[in-house]
């Protein structure tokens, strides 16, 4: 037991880097403490989403949707701090770790970190970058980077790509970055970093069967049912006020 | 009255007894601090002239002059009560105003002008205003005190009017009610609000009016269109037109028994009040911001990694209703589905959408995915096209063009009769031709 607090506390310890000064303000959001604090949520990733949206937390989430993570959960605390709400989320569902780490809560499920058929651990191609676009544009493009490794098209010859994208009511500023030689993982990091969007989840699907490539297939906090092999991998990425806990995960819309 | 001048009176009252008719008695009671620094002159009047509430007393506001309202309700129940004030013809109305039991409200005549807040009917106490009428009436049967008290501080003297603590006559109606607004739109699923204010008359035909709102019975024509709850909470449910009523019950008519005591001789409603609600259903998307100009996009990538070049195209859609008005609702979900058409010049092989996936053949979702209208029903849109067709002997060119036909998703309102024809060109993008 006091091994596992040991550890639990170690995990809450920011570690350095060029994002050490939003560490710090993460840190302070993550220390306040609240006299009483009551959740209820549809799971593990709805349980972090509220709590994150509540005190305004970046947040990056992999976990697999299963029986036992889209389990309600209800809790009351006392007199706790934000980070120790979140640590008892988390311990909740065994095999989970929470780190503070880039300026951000990174919830995770331990074998998903070095596991090959996790797309997170690929290396974003060099020839990415983002030059002068929203991050929830810049996302759309890392996503369809992503897609066209883990599901190829064979497109024929000078295939080109068009699209729309609406950053719905979130005001986003251009961003320029350079994600050359990062992963998936470290990508979405630096987006949460630089974008207004905050929030990244990858939900995996509890399912043996791989992508015909050999990953893990994904699906949306949004859709009730796993994106076709063609689709893969999916990903949401938001901003705090973007994540309605009333029509997420899988529920249709009420966010009025 | 007289008193030896060495003790003071720590309070004093003075009591008026007659044997005359109702309201056949003015008494003036002054009242003078022994150094004759202040003076309170008092003018009384009882009930019996006619109506339960004051007479139009006179204010007035200047450097040295206050005039402040007290209200007293001296009963154990609540009191309602009609307030007016006129100013340079206009009337000014006081429709919230509920004393509790034994409750003293001091309304400062000045502070009221100067918040400049208007009333149900939108009128203003003219800011410049410095003299007018304060008037009320109580509108439950309990006994409720009003003094306005003009108080001048540089002569030292103060003048209040009050009168009206008696039961009887209480002679005013409840002559109709009134809604507002008269007619309101909401989304499906969106709440607004009426209001509804009683019309009331007292014997001299001057009007106070008092909002009965939260004791109104409400009622709405079409509850598959729109519901309303206590408080004149109306939700929409779905698309069309409902009438939204409110009816409330008081006394139509007061009178005076042989004990002299009011009793209500009719009670019931004027008739309820009506308004109508237009529930919006998403139906259409208007351009309401952004222009053809483009943002150019010289050495884009497609996701494949092929070089290519192309534009942006960048503006604003309005969300419409079922009769092209705009719905100023936040928090709509959006998505869209792109599908191509024949002509595909550019050799565009794939769409990134707002949600992802694919329909089909199609690509994109209806969602809903986490993409929101903002507080004014209003969500932005890019359209971008990176294709490697527009290289042309290593720069670019604006030859070409491919069609696609894009079909948005609003709030679970797939808008399949407002479908958009997208033209993606190497210099530009157009929406419908434009």
Known sequence: ?256 | MHRHPLVPFPFCSVRIQYSGAPGSLQAQVSSIESRGNLVVDSHVQNEGNGWAGSGANPWHLDDDTESILFLTNESDKTAGIGLSVTANNVYYYLTDLRLNPHETRVIDLRKLRDAQIADFKKNLIPANATDGSVEWIRLDNVAVMGRLMVINRRQGMASNYDCCTCPCSLDYSLEALVMSPASASVAVNGQTSFNVTATTENCNGSFKFFNVTSSAIWSSSDTSVATVGSGGIVTGQGGGTATISADFYGCLDWETNIDNECECELDGSPGPASGQVNVQTPTSLSIVAGTSSTTSEAKCTTSGGLSGCGVTRTFTYQVNDQNGQPINAANMAVGDVICNTSTNQLNLQSYKTTCGGMTGSCWGTSGPCGKFTDANGRFPESLPVCAPACISSGTCCTAGKTIANQTWTVDGYTLSTDVKSITYQCNGVLVNGK
């Open chain 1, 1 to 256: 037991m006091r091994a596992l607090l040991f550890l639990a506390l170690f995990s809450l310890i920011p570690a350095g880097g060029p994002a050490q000064w939003q560490n710090k303000e993460l840190q302070a959001k993550l220390d306040a403490r609240m006299s009483q604090y009551s959740l209820s949520a549809n799971g593990l990733a709805d349980a972090i989403l509220r709590v994150a949206k509540q005190f305004e937390l970046p947040v990056g989430i992999e976990w697999v949707k299963d029986k036992e993570t889209a389990q309600g959960l209800s809790l009351t605390w006392k007199d706790h701090s934000v980070a120790a709400m979140l640590r008892s989320v988390v311990q909740k569902f065994p095999g989970y770790e929470l780190r503070v780490e880039q300026g951000e809560v990174h919830v995770f499920r331990r074998d998903l970190l070095d596991d090959g058929r996790n797309f997170l651990n690929l290396k974003v191609p060099d020839f990415f970058e983002v030059h002068q676009e929203g991050g929830g544009r810049a996302n759309q493009q890392l996503e369809a980077v992503a897609q066209n490794i883990v599901s190829p098209r064979n497109l024929p010859p000078g295939a080109g790509e068009g699209g729309s994208y609406t950053s719905g009511n979130v005001p986003e500023k251009p961003l320029s970055l350079t994600l050359r030689g990062l992963t998936f993982r470290e990508a979405l990091n630096k987006l949460v970093e630089t974008s207004e969007r905050k929030i990244w989840v990858v939900t995996f699907s509890d399912t043996p069967v791989l992508t015909p490539t050999g990953f893990r297939r994904t699906e949306t906090l949004w859709h009730p049912t796993p994106f076709p092999d063609r689709d893969q991998p999916v990903w949401d990425f938001l901003a705090w006020q973007e994540y309605m806990p009333q029509s997420a995960p899988g529920a249709p819309p009420s966010p009025r």
